[in-house]
């Protein structure tokens, strides 16, 4: 059987909040998926007020349950 093309991976935001989101990366890519993204829960600094556009890292899914 062939290997996956794309792998799915948890994006998680650099503000601390646990927002995360889901994306497709191809298992051939040598990097990791960093982007800035809407994070509902974070705290935004100009106006103070709840949402704002933060960095999302790259993490491992976690293990899948049976």
């Known amino acids: 059987?062939?290997?996956a093309?794309?792998?799915?991976?948890?994006?998680?935001?650099?503000?601390?909040?646990?927002y995360r989101y889901y994306a497709k990366r191809s298992t051939r890519a040598e990097y990791k998926i960093r982007?800035?993204?809407y994070d509902p829960w974070a705290t935004n600094e100009e106006t103070g007020k709840r949402g704002a556009?933060?960095?999302?890292?790259?993490?491992k899914m976690p293990p899948h349950k049976k």
């Open 1 to 3: 059987m062939a290997k």
């Open 5 to 18: 093309s794309h792998v799915k991976v948890r994006l998680e935001s650099e503000a601390g909040t646990g």
């Open 35 to 37: 982007k800035k993204k």
């Open 53 to 59: 556009h933060v960095w999302f890292v790259e993490k």
